[in-house]
């Protein structure tokens, strides 16, 4: 995507194409701010399945689901003690936040859309080492502590993903029952 080289392509046409977020999280996440960038039907395609459907979507159908069927459909009020794992994976959404605040204010949006998709990435990860539909079996309270981690984490995510995907993340967090003055 250069002007100076003649190849503009239209966003209108790209979210008539793919939609708001989608354009929106491709243009922020793949063209460095200030910067030409490359773009292509297959390199948008790709983007936003893998990272929005195959990534942050699945795990939040995962996650809602389990809630949804092993928690009397609310976030778990009884929790045990945090394990390591948990802590950590705790400590890197509470610390988004900050990352992402500093990489905004470095104008790196590429940056703050990549510590996203990190996070996303180590909660998919967190949610198949703990494995709660095994642990529902074997340890229900552990398990609703590893979804209670997981719930907090998407709502850590979801809140800083509203700049790059409004819509998803606003449904995200409507799906969370996060009340609407809790969204920043």
């Known amino acids: 995507i250069s002007k100076s080289l003649g190849n503009v392509i239209d966003p209108v046409e790209l979210v008539e194409k793919y939609g ?90 590429h940056k703050y859309a990549e510590a996203m998709i990190n996070m996303v990435g180590d909660a998919n990860k967190y949610i198949d080492d703990m494995a709660p539909w095994v642990l529902k079996k074997t340890d229900p309270e552990r398990m609703a502590t590893v979804l209670y981690v997981l719930m907090e984490v998407l709502r850590h995510t979801a809140i800083l993903y509203q700049p790059l995907i409004p819509s998803s993340a606003n449904k995200i967090l409507d799906q969370l029952s996060v009340p609407e003055d809790e969204r920043t």
């Open 20 to 109: 708001v977020d989608q354009t929106r999280f491709f243009l922020m996440s793949e063209v460095t701010f200030g910067s030409d960038g490359d773009f292509s039907d297959s390199a948008m395609i790709r983007k936003a399945n893998a990272n929005l459907s195959n990534e942050l979507g699945n795990l939040c159908q995962r996650v809602i689901t389990l809630v949804f069927k092993n928690c009397g459909k609310a976030v778990p009020a009884e929790v045990q003690a945090f394990t390591e794992e948990d802590e950590e994976l705790l400590a890197k959404a509470r610390a988004l936040r900050e990352k992402a605040g500093k990489e905004v204010a470095n104008q790196a949006i």
